[in-house]
Nanobody, 121 residues
Framework: VQLQASGGGLVQAGGSLRLSCAAS????????MGWFRQAPGEERELVAG????????YYTDSVKGRFTISRDNAKNTVSLVMNSLKPEDTAVYYC???????????????WGQGTLVTVSS
């Protein structure tokens, strides 16, 4: 299984970024997909999750209303659009895949390599 995240970079506070993750080696449409982040010195946290068909989503409280997760099962991709970015959003962002149906659990089966998002004040 490979999960290749891209789209990170440096952005000013208030700006936007779109992260993308290309998946291969798994039956993509059968997996819950999620985005995690880990800031320096912090634990990794689940930011957003989306179910198989894209009809249900989960967001951690700190990003609700600013981030949007979506998926394209035809292209085996999952995206995270991040608006109104804040310096505290600075972290390495990882996409991940898990079997099952729970969107809010941090227990995932497969992980990508991460992409760095830096938000300057």
């Amino acid at each position: 299984v490979q999960l290749q995240a891209s789209g990170g970079g440096l952005v000013q506070a208030g700006g936007s970024l779109r992260l993308s993750c290309a998946a291969s080696g798994l039956s993509f449409s059968r997996y819950v997909m999620g985005w995690f982040r880990q800031a320096p010195g912090e634990e990794r946290e689940l930011v957003a999750g989306i179910n198989w068909g894209g009809s249900r989503t989960y967001y951690t409280d700190s990003v609700k209303g600013r981030f949007t997760i979506s998926r394209d099962n035809a292209k085996n991709t999952v995206s995270l659009v991040m608006n109104s970015l804040k310096p505290e959003d600075t972290a390495v962002y990882y996409c991940a895949a898990r079997s099952g149906t729970d969107l809010g659990t941090p227990k995932y089966d497969y992980w990508g390599q991460g992409t760095l998002v830096t938000v300057s004040s």
